[in-house]
């Protein structure tokens, strides 16, 4: 899942820094996600992972670091890919 979530922020997050470098803990907004970016991030996880996000799940602190996008994703039961 990991390396998944990292391809996805790398070919869609336009941060300013290698995914690579950046800790799972590591804000990704500090890296230089964008709103716009985070909204492309949310759409390839979803095409990624087969889930949908709720629009409760829709909040900035949802996708802030890699360490957050996997929680979410735990909580819409995805498990590994």
């Known amino acids: 899942m990991d390396e998944a979530i990292r391809r996805i922020l790398a070919d869609h ?3 300013a820094v290698p995914v690579a470098d950046l800790a799972d803990d590591a804000d990704l907004y500090r890296a230089g996600l964008a709103s716009h970016a ?8 979803e ?3 087969d889930v949908e996000f ?3 799940m829709l909040r900035k602190q949802t996708f802030e670091s890699i360490v957050a996008i996997k929680a979410a994703l735990a909580q819409l039961d995805v498990v590994g890919s």
């Open 54 to 56: 709720p629009e409760g």
């Open 13 to 15: 997050g336009r941060l």
């Open 47 to 49: 095409d990624h992972f």
């Open 38 to 45: 985070s909204v492309n991030v949310m759409l390839a996880l």
